[in-house]
């Protein structure tokens, strides 16, 4: 860490606090490339934690926890409740791996080097052999037993003919892409399609909504939305006693 050496050629050796852990070095305008003297602040490392959390830095302070000397349980509250904050950040920055815009930039990458796994006729040959197999097996959905339906040989047939279903082409209206297979669509686009500008404006809300923590009435313990949701409030196990049993 070469800006703890060029303080130390300044000042001297870095002391220690009164539970032997090192002082700390903030830089004061947030860049750790600026490591020029006037731009370093010697500071306890639970004040360095709290100049990072209330600058928002949720990263930072993720990385002082595992410097601190805490209980491992108390460090894994902190660490879960700061995940989270970081990712609601994330997510109304719209740098989150779950929004649009950022998964846009990565497939968009991918697409360029050719390393997506639905580009080119690799994919689809790779796709036909592979239904082939299933097919000789009898693990195909649609072969034997499994699919009255859609006998061995129909599949095989329409496989070989390019008639099958998962090699139909569907256009989608918000990215202009043509993609193969029905399931393939409506799995990535049309209404879920991530150039759909409606898509981000439904799910950053819920995204965020679900992060909320609510304390049950009943058992007193606070959980995530959903799980409050599901298990909790009225259907909180706490609330259903009969004289002195729980049901």
Same mark, same amino acid.
């Given at each position: ?80 409740? #700061? ?47 592979? !239904? ?34 998962? #090699? ?60 409050? !949701? ?18």
């Amino acid at each position: 860490m070469n800006y703890r050496k060029l303080w130390e050629s300044h000042n001297g050796p870095i002391p220690k606090d009164s539970e032997g852990r090192s002082l700390e070095i903030h830089h004061i305008d947030g860049n750790h490339e600026n490591n020029v003297i006037e731009n370093f602040k010697l500071v306890t490392i639970q004040e360095h934690y709290n100049i990072h959390y209330q600058q928002g830095d949720y990263g930072a302070c993720l990385a002082i926890i595992m410097r601190m000397n805490v209980p491992v349980e108390v460090s894994k509250k902190m660490q879960s409740k #700061l995940s989270k904050a970081l990712a609601a950040k994330r997510i109304a920055e719209g740098t989150h791996n779950f929004s649009a815009e950022f998964s846009k930039q990565i497939q968009a990458q991918r697409l360029q080097d050719g390393t997506h796994n639905f580009q080119g006729e690799q994919g689809s040959r790779n796709a036909v052999q592979r !239904n082939k197999k299933l097919v000789e097996l009898g693990k195909h959905p649609w072969a034997g037993e499994l699919g009255k339906k859609h006998s061995k040989d129909l599949t095989l047939q329409r496989i070989e003919k390019g008639t099958h279903n998962f #090699l139909t082409e569907y256009k989608c209206k918000f990215c202009n892409r043509t993609v193969k297979g029905e399931g393939n669509y409506k799995r990535w686009h049309g209404e879920r399609c991530k150039d759909n500008p409606n898509k981000l404006a439904r799910e950053i809300p819920k995204l965020v909504e679900n992060m909320k923590r609510v304390k049950c009435d009943h058992c007193g313990n606070i959980f995530q939305l959903p799980n409050y !949701n599901r298990w909790h409030g009225d259907n909180c196990k706490s609330k259903k006693i009969k004289g002195d049993k729980i049901e």
